[in-house]
């Protein structure tokens, strides 16, 4: 048999309104199947996946789309030939980290370069690149968006928005202008944009909700050979 990797799905998709269950602490109530529907929205990729394999009966849950993609993500990179219980610490770290590690190396800032045509011409050179880009972080209203956390791909530059939806990422270890996705991190907010490194100031990021997934939430742990 082959090794197949572990994986969470929702096997059986809700349909009924959260908004109009009977509230509960860190769930909500369901009167259609009358079950519990936990709001994993703010819960780490370890506490999901520790909730799912210590269960004994089925569990309906709510978390986006985003976040379904990350625990799987976190499954498939575990560790090999471990009892993945003793790594749920690793598991609760999140995307960023594991976009700083993968890439720890910086390269040097990148010149300038200039190209002699001739003798009767001056230089012409390659936009220089800034040593910092800034920008603003808005809701669909246009409103800024507070605590925002961003991260340039594949390097450790991040940054988090301040009350005016605003950022500042510092290029102080160097920079390969080849990593120029400014991505967003966020379970409610999922975006990723290009950044022009010949401008400080980027264009502005509006941000769209991200659609809410629910129901009955399966756990496969990985099978050996």
């Not at 370890?46 to 379904?68: F, H, K, Y």
């Not at 749920?88 to 370069?113: C, D, M, T, Y």
Request: charged residues 25%.
């Amino acid at each position: 048999m082959k090794n197949s990797t572990a994986q969470v799905t929702i096997d059986k998709p809700c349909t009924q309104n959260w908004e109009e269950m009977e509230k509960g602490s860190g769930f909500n109530f369901c009167k259609a199947c009358s079950k519990n529907v936990i709001d994993f929205s703010g819960h780490t990729n370890a506490e999901i996946i520790s909730i799912l394999a210590a269960s004994t009966s089925s569990v309906c849950g709510r978390l986006s789309e985003t976040q379904l993609n990350q625990l799987n993500h976190y499954l498939l990179v575990k560790p090999a030939n471990r009892n993945w219980m003793k790594y749920l610490g690793v598991l609760a770290i999140g995307v960023s980290i594991f976009a700083q590690e993968a890439n720890a190396a910086i390269p040097p800032v990148a010149k300038e370069i200039s190209k002699k045509v001739n003798n009767n011409k001056k230089d012409d050179k390659k936009p220089a690149v800034v040593n910092k880009v800034t920008g603003k972080i808005l809701g669909v209203d246009k409103k800024p968006l507070a605590g925002i956390r961003l991260v340039i791909l594949n390097t450790k530059y991040h940054a988090l928005t301040n009350d005016r939806g605003e950022y500042e990422i510092l290029f102080k270890s160097g920079l390969d202008t080849k990593n120029n996705s400014l991505s967003i991190e966020s379970v409610n907010y999922s975006a990723v944009m290009k950044i022009d490194y010949t401008k400080v100031k980027q264009k502005d990021l509006i941000l769209k909700l991200q659609p809410m997934i629910m129901g009955e939430m399966i756990y496969t742990p990985k099978k050996g050979k």
